[in-house]
């Protein structure tokens, strides 16, 4: 049966080679169109999801109207962080990252430049996944430290497994600990680094100060929709009050 519908169409092709060749292309066409879409859209869906804990991973960002005027920002001040966890039960744990880590590191007669560098708080590793080659999650713990990865490490040392507890440069008296090599970032990521600092001090008090990256994780037993429906009491407490603080400040001079 088979062959007699095979044999069928194959003399179909022969006598109608224009019309068959273009229905042949076509569908060829279609198929191989369907599968780069279905490509893209997969590797779309797949960013940041190797993190344990993707779905309870959220980022704070600002919205503001006024008049004709508007902002929409990524960024936040140092205190959000802080503040979120102190204020909503449903926020298990917080971070924050800033992108201006980078440098020349120098490490005897090597000066490696590397822009690709975060600060970030010492909870990091506890709010995103990635794999430990040497050290573990509480990397970041001390002042000073660094985690690196396993590229940087052998652009460094040669061998990443000499990474750990070695002193690292960035000019000016400004030594890191590395604390901890890890895997490299997978590109399916939607920021990449090369090495997280750990975040030196910063003044929790400047509401008005918008150069940091926050990232909450949610408590399991929490939804992102509760925490939402609590954000007009928290503007109002925190920014609209260090606002009006400001505010006051200049009318008094």
Request: proline content about 3%; some cysteine.
């Amino acid at each position: 049966m088979f062959k007699n519908h095979l044999t069928t169409a194959l003399r179909t092709i022969r006598k109608n080679k224009t019309f068959s060749a273009i229905n042949i292309g076509g569908l060829a066409i279609g198929l191989a169109v369907c599968w780069l879409i279905m490509l893209y859209v997969s590797n779309e869906l797949s960013y940041d999801r190797y993190h344990a804990n993707a779905n309870r991973i959220y980022r704070i960002a600002q919205h503001a109207e006024w008049g004709e005027g508007h902002f929409n920002l990524a960024s936040t001040s140092p205190p959000f962080a802080q503040a979120f966890k102190n204020t909503f039960p449903e926020v298990q744990d917080a971070v924050r990252l800033d992108a201006e880590g980078g440098g020349t590191i120098t490490y005897g007669d090597k000066h490696i430049k590397e822009d690709n560098i975060l600060f970030a708080d010492s909870s990091f590793f506890r709010v995103f996944s990635y794999t430990f080659l040497f050290g573990n999650e509480d990397a970041l713990e001390k002042p000073q430290s660094i985690v690196i990865t396993k590229t940087l490490a052998g652009k460094i040392f040669g061998d990443p497994s000499m990474a750990m507890n070695k002193r690292i440069s960035f000019g000016n008296g400004n030594d890191n600990l590395v604390t901890g090599v890890i895997d490299d970032v997978p590109a399916n990521s939607h920021f990449t680094f090369s090495a997280i600092r750990r975040m030196p001090e910063t003044d929790n008090s400047q509401w008005g100060q918008s150069y940091l990256y926050t990232y909450l994780l949610l408590d399991k037993n929490n939804e992102i929709e509760k925490l939402n429906a609590k954000l007009p009491s928290f503007y109002d407490k925190y920014i609209m009050a260090a606002m009006e603080k400001v505010a006051g400040k200049v009318n008094y001079r």
